[in-house]
């Protein structure tokens, strides 16, 4: 299977960091990016096609297909934050995060959602957004759909998934497919630890080879520490070289550019702000940072599952995000997400005796997971991203009574359905919960749980917002053109500039988004006017 990384690698790739070439003392460029995951790839592509001398920084290493070797064991800690269990600040929350190149496209399961139009009609009526309509978007959603291979899934689903239209459909649900940004797929399971066959059409294999055949450097292994301003501009970006398990090494560099654009992600790129004391006169930095809360509820069936088989997302149904208004009680979407060993145990409640018996029946287990949608109510604000003693980001969350009901009414909800599909038994993902045989049993269990932080288990794999874009300076960290209200030269292309969730997983949106961004400031930069589809 030819690897396109380790292919450009000996046709010259310019890469510096960790086992490459040594990190210089200073460069200059035209555009530093800081980041290489969705908003970082496409810009990083665009502003290259442009004629723009582009330098990227990729705090995690360079991994590639022939890295990828299925195993959690490996994947882990070489292509997630923290080895896959960043957490808020109380632990309630574990969150699923890339750090390597490509970011998050490269260990994500690749469903496919453009932002939906209620999100943007809410944008553009609380946010001042008023450009971001569903038609002035579609031509950017197409490009990226085009560009990145995203269609529809045409291979049945796995049973995982099947499970969730079976059940949803019992109960006149209505549950679609998902749409997925593959070519070739080969159908493994694996996508969450990076793809051996490089089928997923992540950053890592079409927009930074595009960027990097043209001429861009790419400074792996390489974390940003602070921006260098006077309150107006940028003058350069302060880093630090970085040892594979994340922790700093002894080797600092400055890099000169007249534009910084950031897309770090929205926890770090927030973080990289605060720590370089960016202006902030409204108070908006770090704040409204939205995870999608995920309840999960699992389910034991007579015959095997194998959720670890197959594409790992493939069906989904919104019809929870239907039955109120967006500013209403929080809605949430239903998948199915991929079962492994590893990530299995650790979402798991419980331990000893109960839990061994629960992973006797991990073949015949299936799960679904609800995507809580927050940003659309004022008891539902996210959180807050802030610095730690050292410097590095913590993201406190509270999981208010609002939030909480939702979980309640989501796991009321998977349980019905995934009975309604054919369960012998439903286990409900909280502390004081077990597994039950009935409907009627667990709808009574799920009432009466205590809904509260660290009992009911909460994950996240979607952060959002904190450097958000406004329609005024008072509103929000940017202008609506992704340029930071304060500093001239800095943008932000990454899931940080959503004013709230997007209510459905989010990399689509960061690429239709960004292509739009991007796009725009190639020319205002000096360079080509330039579409991503140009050849």
Not at 79 to 95: C, G, P, V, W
Not at 348 to 357: D, I, N, R
Not at 414 to 443: N, S, T, Y
Request: with cysteine.
């Amino acid at each position: 299977m030819p690897d396109p990384v380790r292919e450009g690698l000996a046709r010259g790739w310019r890469v510096f960091g960790g086992p490459h070439a040594p990190l210089p003392e200073r460069l200059s460029c035209d555009v530093l990016v800081i980041g290489s995951g969705a908003g970082g790839g496409v810009t990083a592509e665009i502003l290259t096609r442009a004629g723009l001398d582009v330098v990227i920084v990729e705090e995690g290493p360079l991994r590639s297909s022939s890295d990828f070797h299925q195993l959690e064991a490996e994947a882990y800690p070489a292509l997630y934050q923290e080895s896959a269990s960043r957490k808020t600040a109380d632990k309630a929350i574990n969150i699923l995060q890339g750090r390597c190149v490509g970011g998050s496209t490269t260990v994500n399961w690749t469903s496919s959602f453009r932002t939906p139009p209620d999100t943007l009609a809410f944008w553009r009526d609380h946010h001042g957004l008023t450009e971001l309509t569903e038609e002035a978007l579609a031509p950017w959603f197409d490009e990226a759909e085009r560009r990145l291979h995203i269609g529809d899934w045409l291979t049945p689903p796995n049973l995982n998934n099947e499970l969730l239209r079976t059940g949803a459909a019992q109960l006149g649900i209505e549950a679609r497919g998902i749409r997925r940004n593959v070519r070739g797929c080969w159908n493994l399971g694996s996508c969450g630890m990076g793809c051996p066959t490089n089928a997923k059409q992540s950053m890592l294999v079409t927009t930074l080879p595009a960027a990097l055949n043209a001429g861009a450097r790419l400074l792996v292994q390489t974390r940003a520490l602070r921006l260098v301003h006077d309150g107006s501009r940028v003058s350069a970006v302060e880093c630090a070289a970085m040892q594979p398990d994340g922790r700093p090494a002894d080797r600092l560099l400055r890099v000169e550019a007249r534009h910084v654009v950031l897309s770090g992600g929205a926890i770090n790129s927030p973080a990289l702000l605060l720590r370089s004391g960016a202006p902030d006169p409204h108070g908006r930095l770090g704040q409204r940072t939205f995870l999608h809360p995920v309840v999960l509820s699992a389910a034991v069936f007579d015959a095997p599952v194998q959720g670890w088989q197959g594409a790992p997302q493939t069906i989904y149904t919104d019809h929870f995000l239907h039955t109120q208004p967006i500013d209403g009680p929080i809605g949430f979407k239903l998948e199915a997400p991929p079962l492994h060993p590893l990530v299995f145990t650790g979402t798991l409640c419980g331990f000893g005796q109960p839990q061994a018996e629960l992973l006797r029946q991990f073949p015949n287990t299936h799960t679904l997971l609800a995507l809580l949608r927050d940003g659309f109510h004022p008891e539902s604000p996210g959180g807050q991203v802030r610095l730690k003693s050292d410097g590095t980001p913590e993201l406190d969350y509270p999981l208010n009574a609002f939030v909480m009901d939702g979980a309640r009414r989501a796991l009321l909800a998977m349980a019905e359905i995934q009975f309604a599909a054919g369960a012998r038994q439903v286990l409900p993902v909280h502390e004081q919960a077990g597994l039950v045989g009935r409907w009627a049993d667990a709808k009574a269990l799920i009432e009466r749980l205590p809904m509260e932080p660290l009992l009911t288990r909460v994950v996240s794999a979607h952060v959002m917002g904190g450097c958000a874009l406004s329609g005024d300076a008072s509103g929000g960290v940017l202008r609506p053109d992704g340029r930071h209200w304060q500093l001239a030269n800095l943008s932000v292309h990454d899931g940080s500039i959503f004013p709230t969730s997007i209510g459905a997983n989010p990399q689509l949106s960061i690429y239709g988004l960004v292509n739009r961004l991007a796009t725009a400031l190639a020319p205002a930069l000096g360079g080509r006017a330039v579409r991503w589809l140009d050849a």
